[in-house]
């Protein structure tokens, strides 16, 4: 039996969109499609995505308006959707919420946080890709060699400084994180390892993560965070996947890893409030023991469900010639 060394697509990749990078330094065709009623155009308001109401939550595109271009702080493009369409996005951050765009119901201002998960993979990539690149502006107004202001650049895929003798250029950053889920071998079994943060809701545990340092690998990354954290050791790391986690600009990049024998589990209050081994039963139980675990949308939550699906077999397989196990 082989484990797949590869995820199932994770939400908030495979955006449907040809990015078209020449497209960008096209000002003229910019601002035809900026004319043109066919484009497509995703407003984003203070960390809110535009979703359409119905029972699945979708994205909401609107076509492009004078009023609303003109009172946007950024505009965005994101590239051309499957039917060629050119796709922006919007800061409308500054308008009051009563000058927002009279939608008549049909649609929200909503954090992706809370529909990502029951959106159209493809189209939460699309809002995921918008929500980073305003916030990415938003929180780049100026120049941080000099401290002039830059402007926006290139459709929105830079910022320069605007000041002659700096002319600083600042591209689009996304942070590396880290994110780890570490199992211990018990016997015939195993367990995994999950922390949690003082300030998450009662009850949720999760993967371990963290930012990657300047100089430092991603497995060095993994093993100092999960040493830091936790006290263990591990070995091992193993790349599994990775995704882009706009919250506000984070690319996790997941790993697997084993935690070496003979060493205690020693939790770090200054980094979490609790860390603790768990069976596989008692995460699939876990509503008995008061255990919530992260959204639906997160890698985190993947990669504790890839790893209660692993077939059990498969690990007895494995640990047979060390050990006998029993029969399940
Ligand atoms: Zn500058």
Redesign the pocket.
Known sequence: MSRSNVMKPLFYTGAPLDRDEALRRDDGWQRDRLADANSRIFPVWREHNLIAAGDTPAAMALPPDGVLLERADVVVFLGLDEEGRACFAVDISALDEPALPNLAGAARFTTLRRVGALMDRGEGAILATARALVLWHRRHRF?S????R?ESRDAGHVRA?V?PE???LHFPRSDPAVIMLVTQRDGCSDRCLLGRQAKWPKGMMSTLAGFVEPGETLEEAVAREVEEETGIRIARPRYRGSQPWPFPASLMLGFRAEAAAGVELRVNAAELEDARWFSRSEIRDRRSIGLTLPGRDSIARRLIEDWLDEDEGEGKAQSEEAQPCPAW
């Open positions: 120049c060699v000099c401290g002039a830059a400084c000041r700096c002319g600083a």
